[in-house]
């Protein structure tokens, strides 16, 4: 046990408030199962090659499962941390799957798209981000491959934090998206769209910073799981892109 890589005490106690409660029969130690958890994303295993000392392969699987589908796993990230800064959007494509509605009950097997599209190259996703001004993920959605960054932007609009300012790419430059920053006093710095005819100007050296989101999406490819997209479900691979991120950026 003294060789497993566990989290400490400190990062348990941060994510212990989320845990779904336990009904009749207490589990086995959380921490050794989350601790599995999060070995077998970060290395890309399949759960029957986790380490033995983690416990049963099949317990590790069936709490991930089964919180995952609760939408609980996705609790960890909110509860770790959650910042007024500077706010980025970006997005990234990865072949792997929506997530399932937070809270209620369990999903049922096939009731929920696993968000893949057809493109030339194949059937993609594509994850969606915005981060705080150093970098941390503070919202998160997958869609398919081919859907509209705009769409994408009004489907995180109502989730975006406080801030002074949002930094994103040409995609996300249209007339309604900066009216809605506007309305929530969160300034634009998006740089104008080719097809517009009059350039709106923007911050030049604040959208340096931009690149904090490319790093934050580098360091999560780290986590095998994610990198090879291994997870064909929506809510599965979601939930092990928030697990990563929690442990990644703010345990």
């Known amino acids: 046990m003294s060789e497993l890589v566990l989290l400490n005490e400190r990062q348990i106690a941060r994510i212990t408030p989320f845990f779904p409660l336990t009904h009749g029969v207490p589990r086995v130690d959380d921490r ?3 601790s599995g958890i999060v070995y077998v994303i970060k290395h890309g295993l399949q759960w029957k090659d986790a380490p033995k000392g983690y416990g049963p392969n099949k317990t590790l699987y069936n709490r991930f499962i089964r919180w995952s589908r609760m939408g609980g796993v996705r609790q960890h990230l ?4 959650w910042r007024r800064a500077e706010a980025r959007a ?4 990865r072949d792997a799957p929506q997530s399932a509605p937070d809270g209620g009950e369990p999903a049922q097997k096939g009731a929920l798209s696993r968000c893949i599209g057809r493109t030339k190259g194949g059937l993609n996703s594509k994850l969606h981000a915005i981060c705080d001004q150093m970098g941390h993920p ?4 997958l869609t398919e491959d081919l859907t509209s960054d705009h769409r994408s932007a009004k489907l ?3 989730a975006l934090p406080p801030a002074e300012a949002l930094l994103g790419d040409r995609g996300y430059d249209s007339g309604w998206f900066r009216a809605a920053l506007a309305e929530k006093g ?3 710095c998006i740089p104008s769209s080719r097809s517009r005819k009059v350039a709106i100007p923007h911050d030049k050296a604040l959208y340096r910073q931009r690149h904090r989101i490319d790093n934050m999406f580098g360091r999560l490819k780290d986590w095998r799981r994610l990198a090879t997209r291994y997870d064909r479900c ?3 691979f979601l939930s092990a892109i928030c697990i990563a991120a929690a442990v990644a950026f703010w345990l």
């Not at 503070?138 to 959605?141: E, G, N, P, R, T």
């Open 32 to 34: 050794r199962v989350v």
């Open 78 to 81: 909110r509860g770790a941390g």
């Open 138 to 141: 503070l919202v998160m959605l």
């Open 186 to 188: 969160i300034g634009a």
């Open 90 to 93: 970006d997005h990234d494509r």
């Open 156 to 158: 995180m609009l109502a």
């Open 234 to 236: 929506a809510h599965a």
